[in-house]
């Protein structure tokens, strides 16, 4: 049992490990596109903290990131790759893993 | 339902949040006690990161932990406390919530 543990921990993905993350991939899972302050305020992250988690999913190829402007303000949008929500997939699917052998 | 997503991802436990210690908590929710090698073996972790790891959740106040000597081999054992046991399972709940919601 503890050898069958070990298998399914290997598909915990570091890249989804905080709450951030977590938060922010399952927003995008459920919607096509969001901009920063829809995140910040679904989350309640501050912005500093939200942008570095942003960008680290950015750079694992999880996200696409489209700068645009509304009149005079920038604004910034976000989705989710298919390969974001492949992985995401995973994921969950390893913790539920976990969770099902941790029950009572 | 984004309102939602905000509540549960607070019991989301930044203690628990890697692989390493989501693997630790896993075991010890199983076996009352283990021993330092067999939780390097079942989770294939380094020494130096399984020692971080378990320092972490031992100041959290979430591990047990009890140095002893096998002969003359120092052998230190590694049980869950209650307040370990007790807060890894809302972690797991907080979890399952949020894999819950990103069923299709």
Redesign the interface.
Known sequence: ??EH??EY?KN?N?AF???AR??IM??L??EEEVDFSFLKE???LTDGNLSSHLRALEGASYLNVEKQFIGRRPNTRYSATAKGKND??SH?DA??K??R??KP
């Open positions: 049992m503890m543990a070990i921990l915990i570091k490990e905080s709450r977590l938060g399952s927003v899972m459920v679904t989350l309640d995401f997939k969950l913790l539920e976990l969770i052998d941790n």
